[in-house]
């Protein structure tokens, strides 16, 4: 069974940065990519980055593009998800998933979740 928790989240100011984790345990080989998630109060959860586990190839939502950058360890037990000049919009919970590389939709094939990190923008 897998299990991913993340870590990292917190209060910060529009413009700041923060470095989101997520430790996966268990069979991982099932699995071709991992992802981050989140859902703003109100709204449905949407992808907002994803990294192939074979060879690291990475994809972003139009929103995050230029400002989130996701990232792996060698040994391929953690996920990172850097993020800068955060904005009000980039708050809610963000999730980490395992699931599989789709070039068609890159968000659709993902079931196995986090429990999530709280994200939130405030001046």
């Known amino acids: 069974q897998l299990q991913l928790v993340e870590s990292g989240g917190g209060l910060v100011q529009p413009g700041g940065s923060l470095r989101l984790s997520c430790v996966v345990s268990?069979?991982?080989?099932?699995?071709?990519?991992i992802a981050w998630f989140r859902q703003a109060p109100g709204k449905e959860r949407d992808g907002v980055s994803c990294?192939?586990?074979?060879?690291?190839?990475?994809y972003y939502a139009d929103s995050v593009k230029g400002r989130f950058i996701i990232s792996r360890d060698n040994a391929k037990t953690t996920v990172y998800l850097e993020m800068i000049s955060l904005r009000p919009e980039d708050t809610g919970v963000y999730y980490c998933?395992?699931?599989?590389?789709?070039?068609?939709?890159?968000?659709?094939?993902?079931?196995?979740w986090g429990q999530g990190t709280q994200v939130t923008l405030s001046s």
């Open positions: 998933a395992a699931g599989q590389w789709n070039i068609w939709n890159a968000w659709a094939d993902f079931g196995s």
């Open positions: 268990g069979f991982i080989l099932d699995y071709s990519a």
């Open positions: 990294i192939k586990t074979s060879d690291g190839c990475t």
